[in-house]
């Protein structure tokens, strides 16, 4: 075995990683190549498309799909310690993960599945963040989700109404939309459905019903969840942040300032540089 470890394990493993950066320092490789190896098909696994980093705890693989014509060493990273990372990662698979596209899970993320999680792909999910699936989650492209949430689709438990005798269905679907974003400590519960380019602008807020009939470019926020404004959207655009970034610098007693654009010219403003990874 230490032969075998020494002449051919060894060799491929810094062959197949060859091109990973020094970001990557806190990267497990044992994890890594377990993880790629025990899930994927061979023609994805030696392209290394999952990460492992150290302080992830793997307890069971389960069933991992990753549905893209791109597929790309490290498009999908679990577990890299960020400045509020707390605590170990966990993944816990015994149903099945589909990944559309890449997916960063950071430091403490805590993953227990026992139904069906899909990612769409461009997708961020903060620090510490819990998601414990029992029937199914989907998470739209270019979602990012704030540090120490937490999704749940279950009550996990039956109640039963003493005067009425019905028992109640205690799974239902979670469904969060494309370029969401979700602040730190949200609560997603069972029949959560969130319209495309939802904010979810406070910290704390109760996700617990379907949100649709308030249309895209929303805000949500509050226990339980109500809508604090709409047509408002979250810009992605890197170049033009750093542009208001100065502008506010430079004029400290503004509140605000005008973009005069069309409609869909304001559309590429938001969405055009965009960052992937």
């Avoid at 749940?152 to 003493?162: E, R, W």
């Avoid at 370029?179 to 979810?200: C, E, L, S």
Wanted: net charge positive; hydrophobic share 40%; charged share 20%.
């Amino acid at each position: 075995m230490k032969k075998l470890l020494k002449e051919w394990i060894g060799p491929l493993a810094l062959l197949l990683l060859k091109g990973i950066r020094v970001q990557h320092h806190r990267l497990s490789l044992s994890k890594t190549l377990y993880f790629n190896f025990k899930s994927l098909p061979f023609k994805q696994a030696i392209r290394l498309p999952v990460f492992i980093y150290h302080g992830t705890s793997i307890y069971n693989i389960g069933k991992i799909e990753i549905n893209s014509t791109d597929i790309f060493q490290g498009m999908i990273q679990w577990g890299k310690l960020g400045y509020k990372s707390v605590g170990k990662g966990k993944i816990a698979n015994f149903g099945k993960i589909e990944f559309s596209g890449p997916v960063f899970f950071w430091g403490g993320c805590i993953i227990e599945n026992a139904g069906k999680m899909t990612f769409m792909g461009d997708t961020q999910i903060g620090e510490g963040t819990m998601m414990l699936i029992r029937d199914y989650l989907e998470i739209g492209r270019y979602t990012r989700i704030g540090f120490l949430s937490f999704f749940m689709d279950s009550d996990d438990h039956y109640t039963v109404n003493m005067v009425t005798g019905k028992v109640a269905r205690n799974k239902a679907p979670i469904v969060i939309g494309k370029y969401n974003w979700i602040a730190n400590k949200t609560v997603v519960k069972k029949n959560t459905i969130t319209p495309d380019y939802t904010i979810v602008a406070s910290s704390n807020t109760l996700l617990s019903k379907d949100y649709t009939e308030n249309g895209p470019f929303c805000v949500l926020g509050g226990v339980p969840a109500k809508v604090i404004a709409k047509g408002i959207r979250r810009i992605y655009n890197f170049k033009a942040e750093a542009e208001l970034n100065e502008y506010f610098k430079a004029h400290p007693d503004a509140k605000s300032v005008s973009i005069d654009k069309t409609e869909d010219e304001l559309n590429r403003y938001c969405l055009e540089n965009a960052l992937h990874f």
